[in-house]
């Protein structure tokens, strides 16, 4: 109804959704509860915790001027990604982190009488972009130790199946799919889009199958290991039909000048990178270890920089043990990720690998909460 007086109606399915459930700023973590910022661990979002790269800080500030916009054919980047990847540079396209990547796919290879399948607890995003986009979704829980339930996906998978999303190593269980389980996905027929946000600290990655699978798209980011989530650079590699679709449908100007300078300076750090992917994967390991001599937090196994931790203790009912540990975590001044929902999640913590420097310091705050939080 026009009316000069009141504000534009809003699309009712979209007024309706929940949103996305981001983590907070560490500024306002801090400021709540009245913390010194320099003190807080944030240990929240699983980005690099030895902040961005020296070299690629200079990369940034030497490219000097940002008065013009980007190539929006984003040849440069492609080609060094290709190179990177040792894949053909049609094939690849970058995006304003791999969440645009995800939204771009289910745009372009999903409609809406069609369906996405995916296996919770998986990254909110899959579900979020579903939401959005108004794509229904078929949802196959995890078995109880987080690993796929294959059988049942492969029930799942129908003609009206469009897309099978799932992450490798998966956020926020950390454990990584296996060669024979991607197989018997790609032999449905189904398009598999398989999201490599920390294929890095996996060690592995299954980006050189795309060349042999035309149903298989990897989604790759600068986020985790590059010490860039905040500039917002992602990449896939897809088959060329597909990436030449999504090239001439996304927002022409979407990879921003500074993240295209930094990715470039990034990639040719690779060195640099592999000490501290390195260091990560071994702090990861040392504190799964540590924990393994308390009686009251369980990591899951991870093949990511982050741990998934069942927490036990008694509750006053109202809040789980993992809540609790949260809480008394952050009166600490150490933030973890907690999830209210799936229910299959709350009496868990995830929380991201610190550096090495860190540890001690972690170990030290984490038997302290515990006592708070009144799990000991
Ligand atoms: C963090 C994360 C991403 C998002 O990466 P961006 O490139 O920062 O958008 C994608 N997938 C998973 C599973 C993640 O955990």
């Known amino acids: 109804m026009l009316d000069p007086?009141?504000?534009?109606?809003?699309?009712?399915?979209?007024?309706?959704?929940?949103?996305?459930?981001?983590?907070?700023?560490?500024?306002?973590?801090?400021?709540?509860?009245?913390?010194?910022?320099?003190?807080?661990?944030?240990?929240?979002?699983?980005?690099?915790?030895f902040g961005t790269p020296a070299a690629v800080q200079q990369a940034i500030a030497e490219a000097g001027s940002y008065a013009l916009y980007p190539d929006p054919g984003q040849r440069e980047l492609?080609?060094?990604?290709?190179?990177?990847?040792?894949?053909?540079?049609?094939?690849?396209?970058?995006?304003?982190?791999?969440?645009?990547?995800?939204?771009?796919?289910?745009?372009?290879l999903a409609t809406p009488d069609q369906r996405v399948l995916i296996c919770p607890p998986t990254f909110g995003m899959y579900g979020f972009l579903c939401d959005l986009h108004g794509i229904e979704r078929d949802e196959v829980e995890r078995k109880a130790d987080f690993s796929l339930d294959l059988d049942a996906v492969l029930a799942a998978v129908t003609d009206r199946t469009a897309l099978i999303l799932l992450a490798s190593p998966n956020n926020p269980t950390g454990n990584a799919l296996s060669d024979g389980e991607l197989s018997a996905l790609l032999a449905t027929g189904a398009t598999v889009v398989l999201d490599e946000a920390y294929a890095e600290f996996a060690g592995r990655t299954y980006v050189s199958w795309v060349m042999e699978h035309p149903r298989l798209i990897v989604l790759r980011?600068?986020?985790?290991?590059?010490?860039?989530?905040?500039?917002?650079?992602?990449?896939?590699?897809?088959?060329?039909?597909?990436?030449?679709?999504?090239m001439s449908i996304k927002q022409p100007y979407n990879v921003n000048l500074a993240g295209e300078v930094a990715a470039l300076a990034a990639l040719a750090h690779a060195d640099?990178?592999?000490?501290?992917?390195?260091a990560l994967v071994a702090v990861r390991n040392d504190l799964?270890?540590?924990?393994?001599?308390?009686?009251?937090?369980?990591?899951?196994?991870?093949?990511?920089?982050?741990?998934?931790?069942?927490?036990?203790?008694?509750?006053?009912g109202t809040h789980s043990a993992g809540a609790a540990l949260r809480d008394a975590f952050a009166q600490e001044g150490v933030f973890v990720r907690y999830f209210d929902s799936p229910e299959r999640l709350r009496g868990y913590i995830r929380i991201s690998v610190p550096r090495p420097d860190q540890l001690e310091d972690l170990m030290e705050r984490l038997k302290r909460a515990a006592i708070v939080a009144g799990l000991v």
């Not at 640099?272 to 390195?278: A, F, N, P």
């Not at 540590?290 to 196994?301: C, L, T, V």
């Open 288 to 316: 799964a270890a540590r924990m393994a001599e308390f009686a009251w937090i369980h990591p899951a196994p991870s093949d990511a920089n982050f741990l998934l931790c069942r927490v036990d203790g008694e509750t006053d």
């Open 78 to 108: 492609r080609e060094a990604l290709g190179l990177h990847l040792n894949v053909d540079a049609g094939r690849i396209v970058a995006g304003a982190g791999s969440d645009e990547l995800i939204d771009l796919t289910l745009r372009a």
């Open 221 to 246: 980011t600068f986020s985790k290991w590059a010490g860039l989530a905040g500039l917002r650079v992602g990449f896939g590699v897809f088959p060329p039909s597909v990436a030449e679709v999504l």
């Open 5 to 49: 007086d009141t504000p534009p109606p809003i699309r009712p399915e979209l007024a309706a959704l929940p949103g996305y459930e981001p983590v907070e700023p560490v500024a306002a973590l801090a400021q709540r509860l009245a913390l010194d910022p320099a003190t807080v661990l944030k240990l929240d979002a699983n980005e690099n915790p």
């Open 272 to 278: 640099e990178y592999g000490v501290q992917i390195e």
